[in-house]
């Protein structure tokens, strides 16, 4: 179901088991509230491969973290968009360690969130070894050296093809980034 930018949209819809592509992207989507441990908008979409919540600035990092925890667990999302969205260290902590769903994600954008911080992204770079696509541009609190996201000896990134850190710290710093990188 495509309903990117419907601004419309502020609660989620009842949605088909069987769906595979979510592309919500500029919805005006909004929690629940002081329900949010409760809110399960996603836990009939088990077949569920491609969600894009890109530009839902409504929704705050522990809403978008409550509704990617409702997939149901053999949920085996493919690529997630989250891009220009507030999500936080909560949330990217969850994507790199704790959320079946993110398992197999191959694509992961993130670009624009101003949440995301070098600990974010080295826990992603650790916990991800499957991620092909990684766009993190625009991330502003992302901060040179990336010697700061661990020792090299434990990162395997056998998949990666796109790295995006455009308009990053670590861009600006680019060719120590590579060299950096190189040794991983």
Known sequence: AVLAHCMDIEVMPRL???LR???LRGASLRGPGAELRRW???AGCG???ILCLANNTL???AALQALLESLPPETR???LDLSSTRADAGLVAALA???PAAASLTHLRLAGCPGLQNPGLAALLHGRPSLQ???VAGCKALEHPVDAFGPASSLRLPHLRLLGLGQTDLAAHLDVTRRSLADF
């Open 16 to 18: 088909p088991e069987t």
């Open 21 to 23: 592509l979510l592309d």
């Open 40 to 42: 399960r908008p996603l």
């Open 47 to 49: 077949q569920l491969e």
């Open 59 to 61: 929704l705050p990092g």
């Open 77 to 79: 999302l493919r690529a």
């Open 97 to 99: 360690a704790k959320l």
């Open 133 to 135: 696509v990684l766009d």
